[in-house]
């Protein structure tokens, strides 16, 4: 076991929590599986796991993106960045919801599908924020109760803004300059610890997971299951593929080998927020991207990016228009572009809410609401698959624009085996 790195013990956990939660999916009738096996054995392993990661979330984006915006000598590079990260984010999410469309249209997913078949979840529908409160949420009036909320969009300005005054600063503060950069080495250090539980973290999550899911409610509206999956997968190998050989001129199989631990994270957990930190330090460390690009694209991307969601969006869309039989109209596909954008951006980035996010789509062109609770039943299963992708499509960015800012370092790894 020692001999195994943490990429294939994390691999081990995941395959082997699959393998156990499906056995124990057959005795859940048993009370002591169900009591001491599945809710308290699974279930304690993997929130131990989710709980300690989700502890240094917002440290170390705090500090990361105060290091990262200290250490840029011009401002306006920043603004360069900044601008470059949200049309990347942006336009990726448009060609993932154009693919999801292309393959709802290809699977016909809700045809032949009778309403009485699909267990119907009971949905509760948030209300959404309007552009102008997101806006000005992004600055925060007490930061504390920022931090202590997570809002993250109000952390990421009030960081950059620090990290900015004491860039202007420069010479006049030294110690505080070493300092943060020393606290930030602390954190990535306490990312490296926690992360020696993952493996037996993702084991509890997943293992808990197939056990308590109930593969009826997949049967029919497997189809759109399959539907979100493929569309996923074109994603991945098409738009991100592309962007990775032509753009971020990376080899794909490098980058899955050293990403592929955070895309299992995002798969066991269906958090991209709790991926983050074990994101950036993959980003940072093994391949090399500075902190200056990375602790700006990843933090921004985990609450802004949703690639995935936005592809589950689309699907979804398709499946219940067709279920209930509505032909959707050209306009309507223009609408769903635009709103899933939005929605997929609003969408927090913990299990379950792309789904409730939906809703903002379904009001749009005017599909029922009820419509969520037909995917409801089955959204456990495709919030892992669309999870893996959001955390994926936040680390391409952060490879293309750190190219394209020259910003790569060479991992030390790749230097010495040179
Ligand atoms: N679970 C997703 C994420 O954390 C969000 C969603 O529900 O779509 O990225």
Redesign the pocket.
Do not use: I, Q
């Given at each position: 076991m020692k001999k195994l790195n943490l990429t294939n013990r994390i691999f081990i956990g995941l395959i082997s929590g699959i393998i156990l939660g499906i056995i124990m999916h057959n005795f859940t009738e048993i009370p002591f599986i169900k009591t001491y096996v599945i809710d308290f054995t699974f279930h304690f392993m993997g929130n131990i796991f989710i709980r300690s990661i989700r502890m240094l979330v917002i440290p170390l984006v705090i500090f990361s993106l105060i290091l990262g915006a200290s250490g840029i000598e011009d401002v306006s590079k920043l603004g360069r960045i900044g601008i470059k990260t949200l049309i990347f984010y942006l336009g990726t999410t448009a060609v993932a919801i154009l693919i999801s469309l292309f393959v709802g249209n290809l699977i016909n997913p809700g045809l032949g599908v009778e309403l009485s078949s699909i267990e119907n979840t009971k949905i509760t529908i948030s209300q959404s924020k309007s552009f102008v409160q997101i806006l000005l949420g992004m600055i925060p009036v007490n930061p504390i109760e920022s931090m202590a909320k997570g809002e993250m969009l109000s952390i990421i300005t009030f960081s950059i803004i620090i990290g900015v005054a004491i860039s202007l600063l420069n010479d006049k503060i030294p110690v505080v300059k070493k300092i943060v950069s020393e606290i930030n080495i602390i954190n990535l250090k306490l990312v490296e610890m926690v992360m020696l539980l993952a493996p037996f973290g993702v084991f509890g999550l997943i293992a808990q997971t197939f056990a308590t899911l109930g593969y009826a409610a997949i049967i029919p509206i497997f189809k759109y299951l399959l539907a979100v999956v493929i569309a996923l997968l074109l994603h991945a190998l098409i738009t991100y593929q592309g962007l990775l050989v032509f753009v971020a001129k990376y080899n794909p199989l490098t980058f899955l080998k050293k990403f592929s631990p955070v895309m299992i994270l995002g798969f066991s957990t269906?958090?991209?927020?709790a991926c983050l930190p074990s994101s950036l330090k993959t980003m940072e460390e093994d391949f090399g991207v500075s902190t200056t690009v990375a602790a700006f694209t990843l933090p921004l991307g985990n609450t802004i990016n949703?690639d995935g969601?936005a592809i589950?969006q689309g699907v979804a869309t398709i499946f219940i228009a067709q279920v209930y039989g509505i032909d959707l109209t050209m306009g309507n596909y223009v609408t769903i572009i635009l709103t899933a954008t939005l929605a997929s951006i609003g969408?927090a980035?913990?299990?379950?809410?792309?789904?409730i996010m939906l809703g903002m789509v379904l009001t749009e062109i005017g599909l029922p609401l009820e419509g969520i609770g037909l995917v409801m039943g089955i959204d456990r299963v495709v919030?892992m698959f669309?999870?893996a992708i959001?955390v994926t499509g936040d680390a391409i960015c952060t490879l293309v624009i750190a190219k394209t800012e020259n910003n790569i370092i060479e991992p030390l790894e790749n230097i010495t085996s040179k």
């Open positions: 269906s958090s991209s927020a949703m969601t589950m969408t980035g913990v299990p379950g809410v792309g789904v919030d669309r999870t959001n």
